[in-house]
C-alpha cells in the first residue's frame, strides 16, 4: 500500500472515529446532562467535518500533481 493510499484510508477512519464519537457525545448528553458530553460531540463532529473537508482537498491536489 502506497502512503498516499494509506493516508486517504487513515482519514476515512478518523472521519468515522470522529461520527461515533460525536454520537456517543450527544447521547450522553442526552442521558446525563452533562455539559462536557455535549462539548466532546460537537467538537468530534466538527472534526469529522473538517477532515471530510480535508480529504477531499487531499484528492483533489494529488490529482492536479499527477500522482493519483
Known sequence: MSLKAF??????VSVLLSAFV???GVVAYRNDAQPMDLVVGIVAIVM??????YSTWFIRKIRAIGSA
Do not use: A, N
Open 48 to 53: 469529522g467535518v473538517l477532515l471530510v473537508w
Open 7 to 12: 493516508h486517504i484510508v487513515f482519514v476515512i
Open 22 to 24: 460525536g454520537r456517543w
